[in-house]
């Protein structure tokens, strides 16, 4: 590997400035740059794709070679715009401005001028314009966009992503020529971002998916790998595996449910000689989802099992979410699995109309919120539950879900709603009767048979007969004569 920086270190200025005007910056990376580099410049002059994925591990300096990239372009691509987004513009701001500036400083005079806009740099006869993903970027543009580079997924909200891509960046690529999206970046917290199951997807299909781990910074000494390590908590942890070893895996401070596991979590239904039905169901209304899932407790094995789910956007009528909640709990298994009950949390007047129209429902305990998600997640921890493959939404939440920013609420996603599917889960872990279907209760409101006490005479006669006594009968202390 040739190191270029090392080898135009003593060039003049006016060598310099010919480099600058001809758009060749290229020594100005770092040595373990290099390879990222012209990998992204042979593909994006060769290459019919329209996105190009680097995954980058931290200590690689991928914010500098970003900037590096996107000025060259506007020195390149006349009267264009360059585009740099970040999770949000703030953070794109804070990433691009103090790099530009440093890149800037052996420039030739008047070619990197800053506007009046922070967001905004004009080069050449281009612009390099900054962005995020939770504002329309491609708006601040006066030119047609030749590229666009995206810095750091890993902190952007998928609803953000889903919207910039589909009604700003990608659109803003329309007119361009050859134009790329190009991704340097880490790995997003949750395993379903839109960013790993659909834009690595094609990178991948395409041939333009690339990793560079920790491993490949050779220029890392030592002692500054093991304070990676260090810093990241060691190499089992989940931010070292994410950040410096381009892994996907989920995040367990911000998930939910953090030892859901679909290896030991969702299996297809065990069906018991007998059980206890019930539908849970968490009515979303005119803004959420409504979720109803049908689940039984699996007394022998101390599961709860649930079976099958249905799910609306919100606005659903009430009668085609009463029919698709009848038509699921048709489909119970025939047997000893009794149908026993429904519990729905929905409004008050909602519950009544549909229990005199013959849908009988009973409102679930709703007090302690974060006791009752604790309550359910430890449920996972200890393998209480199981869920059949058939309950998508239930899977994909219990994955993914995550709490807002002061873990006071479920965050709110599209493809997730507000985590409906989870409150669901919530109400049938606590409501779920568990009694035993197999014998008949002395009491019938309690779980175990409870024989009467027996006194002291009785226990001294059982054991005078387990000696071969015969014929004795058990008298009161001081009654012997």
């Known amino acids: 590997m040739t190191d270029l920086a090392a080898i135009h270190s003593d060039l003049d200025m006016p060598a310099r400035h010919r480099m600058w005007l001809d758009g060749e910056l290229s020594w100005k990376i770092w040595l373990q740059q290099e390879p990222i580099y012209e990998g992204i410049r042979s593909v994006a002059s060769s290459a019919p794709v329209e996105e190009i994925v680097v995954l980058c591990a931290r200590q690689f300096g991928k914010s500098h070679l970003g900037v590096i990239l996107a000025v060259e372009d506007c020195i390149r691509y006349p009267d264009c715009c360059i585009l740099i987004v970040g999770p949000t513009l703030k953070q794109a701001r804070e990433i691009v401005t103090p790099r530009i500036n440093k890149i800037r400083q052996d420039a030739p005079p008047g070619l990197i001028r800053p506007s009046k806009s922070e967001g905004k740099w004009y080069i050449g006869s281009s612009e390099l314009v900054i962005g995020g993903f939770d504002q329309n970027s491609s708006s601040q543009r006066g030119k047609t966009v030749q590229n666009i580079y995206i810095e750091e997924v890993v902190d952007s909200n ?65 002692e500054q790998y093991d304070a990676c390590v260090r810093r990241a908590g060691g190499r089992s942890t989940v931010d070292f595996r994410r950040e ?24 297809a239904s065990h069906f018991p000689a007998a059980a206890s039905a019930q539908t849970t169901i968490d009515w979303g209304g ?33 009668s085609v979410i009463t029919a698709a909640v009848l038509e699921m709990e048709s489909k119970l298994p025939e047997g000893d699995i009794k ?32 006791a009752a998600v604790n309550n359910m997640a430890v449920h996972f921890s200890r393998d209480e539950i199981e869920i059949d493959p058939r309950c998508k939404l239930l899977v994909q939440t219990c994955n993914s879900g995550t709490f807002n920013k002061n873990r006071t609420d479920f965050e709110r996603t599209q493809a997730l709603g507000h985590c409906d599917a989870l409150a ?7 409501t779920q009767t568990r009694d035993s279907p197999f014998v008949k209760l002395h009491n019938p409101n309690d779980i175990y048979h409870r024989p009467g ?9 059982d054991a005078i007969m387990g000696l071969g006594g015969t014929g004795f009968k058990a008298k009161r202390f001081g009654a012997f004569k």
């Open 244 to 267: 410096y070893l381009n892994e996907i895996v989920r995040d367990a401070s911000i998930v939910v449910v953090p030892d859901f596991a679909a290896e030991r979590h969702v299996k």
């Open 424 to 430: 669901c889960l919530m109400y049938a872990v606590r």
């Open 339 to 370: 149908h026993v009950k429904r519990v729905a949390d929905a409004p008050g007047q909602l519950m009544v109309d549909l229990t005199q129209a013959g849908f009988s429902i009973t409102a679930p305990p709703k007090d302690d919120w974060i």
């Open 286 to 318: 005119v803004r959420d989802y409504t979720v109803a899932l049908l689940h039984w407790y699996d007394y022998v094995r101390n599961k709860l099992v649930i079976f099958d789910e249905r799910w609306f956007p919100h606005n659903t009528p009430t």
């Open 158 to 222: 998928p609803d953000d992503y889903i919207e910039s891509l589909r009604s700003d960046l990608g659109p803003a690529l329309t007119h361009s020529k050859g134009g790329k999206m190009i991704y340097l970046t880490t790995l997003p917290k949750i395993p379903d971002h839109p960013f790993i199951i659909d834009t690595m997807v094609r990178a991948e299909l395409n041939g333009v998916l690339y990793s560079y781990t920790i491993d490949d910074n050779k220029q890392l000494s030592p």
């Open 453 to 461: 006490k027996r006194t002291d005479e009785a226990k001294i006669a």
